[in-house]
């Protein structure tokens, strides 16, 4: 690569060749760095457009409260917690068992000694 220079000393233009760094990298690589470049560029543009839309967001979100009522949690004493609570026994309950017996029976893939095969679990 040349370039014109100018000799303070004489008055006159030079011709300096200079060999910079696009000279010493084949131009396949140069397009690979500009394309990255292009991509991190967009990559930053995307980031500062989805900070934007989270400052909006957080910037809109006390204008539309429904009500000003502070709902602080009141703690339960525990004795009428556990009053309240109803024991379940899940030991007799067929259709947990069932259930349990069908999860393990699919995960296993195996067909039990009394003959009971899973064809699907539903969710209803």
Do not use: C, H
Request: proline share 4%; charged share 20%; hydrophobic share 50%.
């Amino acid at each position: 690569m040349s370039l014109l220079g100018f000799n303070g000393n004489t008055g006159f233009l030079l011709k300096v060749s200079a060999s910079g760094i696009s000279d010493k990298i084949p131009d396949e690589y140069l397009d690979i760095i500009v394309i990255l470049g292009l991509v991190l560029v967009g990559l930053i543009a995307v980031m500062g457009v989805l900070s934007i839309i989270k400052l909006f967001i957080l910037l809109t979100k006390g204008m539309y409260k429904k009500d000003d009522v502070s709902r602080e949690a009141v703690p339960m004493p525990l004795a009428e917690y556990a009053g309240q609570r109803k024991a379940y026994n899940t030991v007799n309950d067929p259709q947990l068992v069932a259930v349990i017996t069908a999860a393990l029976m699919a995960s296993m893939e195996e067909v039990p000694a009394d003959g009971l095969v899973i064809r699907s679990i539903r969710k209803k």
